[in-house]
């Protein structure tokens, strides 16, 4: 099982380039997002989206772009890297809550991350 | 503003002991509360949940506590073993017009000790 899968696991940029950092899952969840990790800040939202289409601003969303063309992909656009993205980055997914699937719980599956460096 | 907080950055503790870990939280409209553990070098995992009608939850080993007049909730491992040994984030769910957004807190590393 494949489950959620990131890549590339570890990037260095220069400053001003731009990336895209890569999450596919296969689980046919609807809900997607990216996480940024840093020191002593725990996990902080960037982006999220609830399907095919539709996304929005996480916690910390400057600096990122997102798009959802599929289900299955969720790609993080980084347009014009700087000192301060240095970080490690997680995409999750998971079922949206819905009341149709009596679903209560939504825990997330997160990838096992990308560890980016910019200088 | 952090709005769920985790205010112990570690936490060590004898094999076959309790640890409990804390969190936090501010927002009142928060629904459901879940707890995550990450190893060096891998994503979290999800742990234990707890939706905000009931005040316990338990699976094995893991038992979370949720108050909500305190606006607090704890993790309880009983007993401790080394292979806990992790950093453990608590997320807390806001849900607005049937989508929802997770905040999770700072992280309390946990150290068991053979």
């Known amino acids: 099982n494949a489950g959620v899968t990131q890549t590339p696991k570890f990037q260095v940029l220069k400053t001003g380039q731009s990336m895209t950092l890569q999450c596919a899952q296969d689980?046919?969840?609807?809900?997607m997002s990216w996480y940024r990790q840093d020191p002593g800040m725990g996990l902080r939202l960037i982006h999220y989206?609830?399907?095919?289409?539709?996304?929005d601003q996480g916690e910390v969303p400057n600096g990122y772009n997102v798009s959802r063309s599929t289900t299955e992909d969720f790609p993080l656009r980084l347009l014009s890297a700087a000192p301060s993205q240095t970080s490690v980055y997680f995409c999750?997914?998971?079922?949206?809550?819905?009341?149709?699937?009596?679903?209560?719980?939504?825990?997330?599956?997160f990838g096992q991350g990308t560890r980016l460096t910019v200088v | 503003d952090q709005q769920v907080k985790q205010n112990s950055p570690s936490l060590s503790v004898q094999e076959g002991r309790i640890s409990i870990l804390n969190c936090d939280y501010t927002?009142?409209?928060?629904?459901?509360f879940l707890w995550y553990k990450k190893y060096p070098a891998e994503g979290p995992t999800f742990l234990i949940s707890?939706?905000?009608?009931?005040d316990k939850n338990e699976d094995g080993r893991f038992t979370v506590f949720l108050n909500k007049s305190a606006k607090h909730l704890s993790l309880h491992i009983v007993p401790s073993q080394p292979g806990d040994s992790a950093v453990y984030f608590c997320?807390?769910?806001?849900?607005?017009?049937?989508?929802?957004?997770?905040?999770f807190g700072t992280g309390t590393r946990l150290k068991v000790l053979a």
């Open positions: 689980m046919n969840h609807e809900y």
């Open positions: 707890i939706s905000s009608i009931k």
């Open positions: 999750a997914s998971s079922y949206l809550l819905s009341a149709h699937r009596g679903r209560l719980g939504t825990e997330a599956f």
């Open positions: 989206s609830v399907g095919a289409g539709i996304t």
């Open positions: 927002n009142s409209m928060f629904d459901y």
């Open positions: 997320a807390a769910r806001a849900t607005t017009s049937g989508t929802y957004k997770y905040i």
